[in-house]
């Protein structure tokens, strides 16, 4: 059981109220973490203690296991068992349950958000609207849920054949540091709407959300087991994957682990959706309001600190209007406020950790080294309130006179670094937007609705925006081409990838025509 010492009660209890003055009512701090048939459980087999940092000011947070095998086969065991009753469900009744799940994500929003911002350490507005998001999605699957069907071919001689669509069975999930609750969310609703039951491991760097999303669902009354959760690093992550019990893995990170977890799904022949990094382009036409381009190109690279896999990082500009243009961006960027992210004016938090800051400057230098010339930013900032002096803070960065070749260009950096190519002309442009083994997304600006729609037909990315960057609703499907991943989450395309279908054929003559059958 759980045991604590003095001394660890004292510093529970310095920590919790430290949340109630941050108007955190929540136990969610206080482990333990993982979540198996419906309670929080104590690891049986953890390798080692991770300790979470708080990116705002690099105190420890929290303390979690790295779960080992038997954690991992506890909460299989657990979804296992709870599948037959869960997919016995009418797609309503299951939809039900998501839809005042739903309702709770909205009623806890503000306590939901201050956790959020803990763990990731992004604006707290930010982390409201990726909340109110998260409700919107499990409220659509909730209304999906009832819709989930097959189909009916009539065949010759009054033969048919129906379609069912059948759950997979168990679902695991695995997700990245950025959208905490989101990533959940975006997994488990469509899972859980197809009648799967599901297994999550989120980042190590962000254990806290899910949690909460795990405790909400059995709160509304979805039954234990159908949702589980289980911590800890890439270790733990393998054995999800490895693990004979799950049918399928749903991924969201980067591109060399998405290929190391093909690999080791491939054993089980199981099914894997992986949603990856992109290093995405925007096509910025000199006929386009030069203040919405740079609006877009804002949400495009410098929301949750510039680490968006959707990014549009690679901001291909038409000559004509470049100089406009970059002053203009230049002098947005300048106007953001960096520092506390409980503060309601702030527009730039913290940096995840301070290795993945300093992975960030490094390319940022590499870049100046091969040409680029640096407009703003770039740089760790200090911000006067002492209470954030352990946080990791960067100045959003413009990156000019930049070519394709360059690795600031190429690969994905996932912090607040923009770099802007010059173009001439239309086929140029999407020549050169195209020339990246990625392909999640893609923007283009301009008023020409005839251009904008020609180009979009040209480009290799899961989604376009027009006129727009990183709008994610619900009903739409998201994914990537090429290195970024297959598969999709959200709209109806996501319940293919949680479904299988089952063809039930039907012969109504009571006579078979059988030619190699001699009396
Ligand atoms: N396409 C999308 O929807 C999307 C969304 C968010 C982030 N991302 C991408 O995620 C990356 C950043 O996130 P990250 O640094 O957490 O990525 P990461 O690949 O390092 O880790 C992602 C998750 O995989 C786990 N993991 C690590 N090794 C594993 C292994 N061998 N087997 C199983 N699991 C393993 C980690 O513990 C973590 O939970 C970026 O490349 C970003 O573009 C993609």
Redesign the pocket.
Known sequence: MFRLGFSSFLILSRQHIKIMKQGLTTTALQGPFNYINGERVTSVDSTHDIKVSKPATGEVLCTIPNSGQQDVDKAVQAARAAFAQWSALGGLERGRFLISAAQKVRERLEELAKLEVLDTGKPVWEARVDLSGCADYLEYYGGVASTVGGLHYQLPGGNFAVVRREPLGVVGG??????PFQ?ISWKAAPALACGNTFVY?????TPVTSVVFGEILTEVGVPPGVVNVIQ???????A??QHPGVAKIS????????Q??MK?CADGMKRVTL????KSPMLVFADTDLTEAVKATMLGNFLTQG????NCTRVFVERPILKDFQEKLVTACEKMVIGDPFDNETTVGATITLE?AEKVLHYIDEAKKQGARLLCGGKRINPSDTKLAGGYYLSPCVLTDCHDDMTCVKE?I?GSVVTILAFDTEEEAIARANSTPFG?AAGVMTKDLQRAHRVSAQLQAGIVWINNCNVFPPEVP???YKM??FGR?NGLAALNDYTQLKTVYTEMSSKIDCPIYKE
Do not use: D, M, R
């Not at 680490?307 to 959707?310: A, D, Y």
């Open positions: 695995i997700g990245a540091w950025n959208y990533t491991k989120p980042s190590q760097f800890g690093a890439g270790s733990t992550g393998e999800l994957c991924f969201t990170g980067s591109v060399p682990t998405g190391k977890i080791a949603e990856l990094g992109g680490q968006v896999c959707s993945h994905e996932f999640l998201f994914g990537g970024s991943g989450e």
